[in-house]
């Protein structure tokens, strides 16, 4: 098992422009996770899924996005870029009540 | 809502050293609480979890006693080592709701030989 997997590791961004952060787990977790970490800050949420085609807004969801198409695949998509995003991503899975399983993480700067 | 405080870093210590870090909480129930660790460059990592009250979590010599009248959940070693240099976080999962966590905001721990 793969376990969580985040693609891209590291990425630069131009103000404006946007991108898709991917997340893939091969563990059937029906939960997934996105956070993002900021130096001294601890790990916020910013959106969850209990199942395909469930989401739903976490602590800080202004300016992502996100779909869940199938139980594996839990993509985070940034429209318009900004210096405030510029953070580490973490991607995590779970079964209900259980650990939750986490990514390798995605480094964003934006410039 | 829910909230975790966790004592500033960076903790550091010369090896073989005895380490607390101290974890409180505040939410409405019974959660469940959780340490995980962060090794650099790498993702959290579950370290140890109590689930009620009185319950100690325990893992490669750490431990974590859940206790419901302080809302603590402080984390202990008795000797610890260089590898166990890292990120550690606090972090609580309330009794309704999805499974999301609450994180505190981490304490780095250094271990020197």
């Known amino acids: 098992n793969a376990g969580v997997t985040q693609t891209p590791k590291f990425r630069i961004l131009k103000i404006g422009q946007s991108m898709t952060l991917q997340c893939t787990q091969d563990m059937n977790h029906n939960y997934m996770y996105w956070y993002r970490q900021d130096p001294g800050m601890g790990l916020k949420l910013i959106y969850y899924s209990v199942g395909a085609g469930i989401t739903d807004k976490g602590e800080v969801p202004n300016g992502y996005n996100v779909s869940r198409s199938t139980t594996e695949d839990f993509p985070l998509r940034l429209e318009l870029a900004a210096p405030s995003q510029t953070s580490v991503y973490f991607c995590?899975?779970?079964?209900?009540?259980?650990?939750?399983?986490f990514g390798p993480g995605t480094r964003l700067t934006v410039l | 809502g829910d909230s975790v405080t966790q004592m500033e870093g960076p903790v550091t210590l010369s090896e073989e050293a005895f380490l607390t870090i101290n974890c409180t909480y505040t939410?409405?129930?019974?959660?469940?609480l959780f340490w995980y660790v962060q090794y650099p460059g790498e993702g959290l990592q579950l370290l140890l979890k109590a689930t009620k009250a009185d319950d100690k979590g325990s893992n490669k010599g750490f431990e974590a006693t859940y206790r419901k009248e302080t809302t603590s959940f402080h984390l202990e070693k008795g000797s610890v080592q260089v590898s166990d240099s890292a990120v550690y976080f606090c972090?609580?999962?309330?009794?309704?709701?999805?499974?999301?966590?609450?994180f505190g905001k981490g304490t780095m721990l250094l271990v020197s030989p």
């Open positions: 995590a899975s779970s079964s209900p009540q259980n650990e939750q399983f």
């Open positions: 939410a409405t129930g019974y959660p469940s």
């Open positions: 972090a609580l999962r309330g009794d309704s709701g999805y499974s999301t966590l609450t």
